[in-house]
């Protein structure tokens, strides 16, 4: 679960640092144009009528015709060299043009535009955009069209209208001072020849000024922002969102194909197909889920599995006792001899130990197959311990036929064991030998090459090499039928290998030496020691 959050975590913050990262260029990278023309649409007829003013005069009086109109533009009006132009190489090869150029700073803007084909450049600033900052920069340009019709009759003033259109790219138009048309909320002031400016709010300007004494009013506008200039925040948050929305889409996906994945795989494994595994990324956030999963479903395939096998097998390994048994009640029931009834019910007897000896065996293997116990691992001098378990079985099992070899180099060698598990798989073998030996059974540990063993062999008929794995797995029997005086169950072993493989560890059969077969446990030793007196 952390995987996922810190996954989640990842993307969105990798999200959002890239999208204010990308605010230091996106803005200028997609509005550049948009801006370009919108400051050409608004400063271009500015610089057409101060050129106006510069039109025939020589460029040395250049200098004072600007420093006459320089009090009407309060944000700055002034003539540059190329050299006095703070812009980029690129910029400053675009305004030896002919064209604007414009350089925004955080509280103004500047514009440059080259004077005819001279050497010097006209500069112009915009400042912030309030009303009475936005009446003060534009002051300089309603003082130019103002002194351009008041330059004129009255009568001509249309056709100086029709000359600002040309150069303006807004609408412009002229009205009387008592047309309904105007603000009448802003009268008082544009008959006080104030500049009026509306619609600062909606981003829509619209300009007034009373054109001197006279009756008329001069209107710019109105001059909307465009689209993309006036919904540009907006538009930021909706990138903004959608990026969010993309990453999360990415970062969900996969996590909805695995989970997707889970689900059928637990549909199906519900349907009793225990096949059912699941298939995710290596690097998925539910990899843990999908392994604990699989792990799962294996080991419940497993103990199906088993449990069938078991249950198929044990109602097998029960006929014969009951098909013994009662042939024996059969034979009971007609008139026997003494000697014959107590033959018969001292076999019945005999199948009755066996069965509950299957039972037992069974239910010992079912158990050890079901669940993995937790080993209690404590260091035991390897040859006392097994000493020690010769004693133990000397009640249900004649020793006197096994020998317990204790080589000089493991005298007092500790190994660490389960005592309770190990010292049954051994006794297992020892039962197992002890059916198969002629004579003699030899039991021993051993310890070298970080491995601890105990071996156990007997002089028996041996294990054929084809039989040496099968003799491992359940009610597995080298007998070809039930012989109650050597047979067994068919589980000892299998407990044996169960055991072995819990303390990481391996079982085998070979040749023995005494002719018959050696069974060996080992496992991986790490605190091994010899006692030093």
């Given at each position: 679960?952390?995987?996922?959050?810190?996954?989640?975590?990842?993307?969105?913050?990798?999200?959002?640092?890239?999208?204010?990262?990308?605010?230091?260029?996106?803005?200028?990278?997609?509005?550049?144009?948009?801006?370009?023309r919108?400051?050409?649409?608004?400063?271009?007829?500015?610089?057409?009528?101060?050129?106006?003013r510069?039109?025939?005069?020589?460029?040395?009086?250049?200098?004072?015709?600007?420093?006459?109109?320089?009090?009407?533009?309060?944000?700055?009006?002034?003539?540059y060299?190329l050299?006095?132009i703070?812009?980029?190489?690129?910029?400053?090869?675009?305004?030896?043009?002919?064209?604007?150029?414009?350089?925004?700073?955080?509280?103004?803007?500047?514009?440059?535009?080259?004077?005819?084909?001279?050497?010097?450049?006209?500069?112009?600033?915009?400042?912030?955009?309030?009303?009475?900052?936005?009446?003060?920069?534009?002051?300089?340009?309603?003082?130019l069209?103002?002194?351009?019709?008041?330059?004129?009759?009255?009568?001509?003033?249309?056709?100086?209208?029709?000359?600002?259109?040309?150069?303006?790219?807004?609408?412009?138009?002229l009205?009387?001072?008592?047309?309904?048309?105007?603000?009448?909320?802003?009268l008082?002031?544009?008959?006080?020849?104030?500049t009026?400016?509306?619609?600062?709010?909606?981003?829509?300007?619209?300009?007034?000024?009373?054109?001197?004494e006279?009756?008329?009013?001069?209107?710019?506008?109105?001059?909307?922002?465009?689209?993309?200039?006036?919904?540009?925040?907006?538009?930021?948050?909706?990138?903004?969102?959608?990026?969010?929305?993309?990453?999360?889409?990415?970062?969900?996906?996969?996590?909805?194909?695995?989970?997707?994945?889970?689900?059928?795989?637990?549909?199906?494994?519900?349907?009793?197909?225990?096949?059912?595994?699941?298939?995710?990324?290596?690097?998925?956030?539910?990899?843990?889920?999908?392994?604990?999963?699989?792990?799962?479903?294996?080991?419940?395939?497993?103990?199906?599995?088993?449990?069938?096998?078991?249950?198929?097998?044990?109602?097998?390994?029960?006929?014969?006792?009951?098909?013994?048994?009662?042939?024996?009640?059969?034979?009971?029931?007609?008139?026997?001899?003494?000697?014959?009834?107590?033959?018969?019910?001292?076999a019945?007897?005999?199948?009755?130990?066996?069965?509950?000896?299957?039972?037992?065996?069974?239910l010992?293997?079912?158990?050890?197959?079901?669940?993995?116990?937790?080993?209690?691992?404590?260091?035991?001098?390897l040859?006392?311990?097994?000493?020690?378990l010769?004693?133990?079985?000397?009640?249900?099992?004649?020793?006197?036929?096994?020998?317990?070899e204790?080589?000089?180099?493991?005298?007092?060698t500790?190994?660490?064991?389960?005592?309770?598990?190990?010292?049954?798989?051994?006794?297992?073998?020892?039962?197992?030998?002890?059916?198969?030996?002629?004579?003699?059974?030899?039991?021993?540990?051993?310890?070298?090459?970080?491995?601890?063993?105990?071996?156990v062999?007997?002089?028996?008929?041996?294990?054929p090499?084809?039989?040496?794995?099968?003799?491992?797995?359940?009610?597995?029997?080298?007998?070809?039928?039930?012989?109650?005086?050597?047979?067994?169950?068919?589980?000892?072993?299998?407990?044996?290998?169960?055991?072995?493989?819990?303390?990481?560890?391996?079982v085998?059969?070979?040749?023995?030496?005494?002719?018959?077969?050696?069974?060996?446990i080992?496992?991986?030793?790490?605190?091994?020691?010899?006692?030093?007196?």
């Amino acid at each position: 679960m952390a995987r996922l959050y810190i996954t989640l975590y990842g993307v969105l913050f990798i999200t959002i640092a890239f999208f204010f990262a990308s605010l230091n260029w996106f803005p200028d990278l997609v509005l550049h144009g948009t801006v370009k023309r919108y400051y050409e649409r608004a400063m271009l007829g500015a610089y057409e009528l101060v050129e106006n003013r510069l039109q025939g005069k020589p460029p040395s009086s250049w200098e004072e015709v600007i420093r006459d109109l320089e009090p009407h533009f309060h944000y700055g009006l002034g003539l540059y060299t190329l050299d006095r132009i703070e812009a980029s190489e690129k910029q400053k090869r675009i305004v030896q043009t002919g064209e604007l150029i414009f350089l925004e700073e955080v509280e103004q803007t500047r514009f440059f535009r080259r004077v005819f084909d001279s050497d010097q450049y006209l500069m112009m600033v915009l400042g912030p955009n309030p009303e009475q900052e936005e009446r003060d920069q534009v002051a300089g340009i309603v003082y130019l069209i103002e002194a351009k019709f008041l330059a004129r009759e009255p009568a001509d003033w249309p056709t100086v209208l029709m000359e600002l259109d040309r150069i303006f790219d807004m609408p412009l138009s002229l009205f009387s001072i008592d047309d309904p048309a105007l603000p009448q909320d802003r009268l008082v002031d544009i008959e006080a020849g104030k500049t009026v400016i509306l619609g600062l709010e909606e981003m829509k300007e619209t300009y007034y000024k009373r054109l001197g004494e006279s009756d008329q009013v001069f209107r710019a506008g109105p001059f909307p922002l465009p689209p993309l200039i006036r919904y540009f925040n907006p538009i930021l948050y909706f990138l903004l969102a959608l990026l969010i929305a993309l990453a999360v889409y990415v970062w969900v996906r996969p996590v909805w194909r695995d989970l997707t994945r889970i689900d059928r795989g637990v549909r199906e494994l519900g349907a009793g197909d225990l096949d059912t595994r699941l298939l995710v990324r290596r690097r998925s956030a539910l990899k843990p889920l999908a392994d604990a999963f699989n792990t799962m479903a294996d080991r419940l395939q497993r103990l199906i599995h088993s449990h069938r096998e078991l249950t198929g097998a044990v109602s097998h390994e029960l006929r014969t006792p009951i098909a013994r048994l009662r042939f024996r009640v059969d034979m009971l029931e007609e008139p026997l001899r003494e000697g014959d009834r107590e033959r018969h019910i001292s076999a019945m007897r005999k199948d009755i130990q066996e069965l509950e000896e299957l039972v037992s065996e069974s239910l010992s293997y079912s158990r050890l197959d079901r669940e993995r116990p937790e080993l209690v691992l404590e260091p035991v001098n390897l040859n006392d311990w097994l000493n020690e378990l010769l004693i133990d079985l000397e009640e249900s099992l004649p020793t006197q036929r096994i020998v317990c070899e204790c080589s000089v180099d493991t005298v007092d060698t500790v190994v660490n064991l389960d005592s309770r598990l190990m010292g049954r798989a051994v006794k297992n073998l020892l039962r197992n030998a002890h059916r198969h030996a002629a004579s003699k059974i030899v039991l021993r540990g051993d310890c070298g090459n970080g491995e601890a063993s105990i071996v156990v062999e007997d002089d028996g008929t041996g294990v054929p090499e084809e039989e040496r794995e099968r003799i491992f797995e359940p009610f597995a029997r080298l007998d070809s039928a039930r012989d109650r005086e050597s047979g067994g169950v068919g589980l000892g072993l299998a407990i044996v290998n169960q055991i072995a493989r819990w303390h990481d560890g391996r079982v085998w059969v070979e040749n023995s030496g005494l002719g018959g077969a050696r069974f060996i446990i080992a496992w991986p030793e790490q605190a091994t020691e010899n006692l030093k007196e």
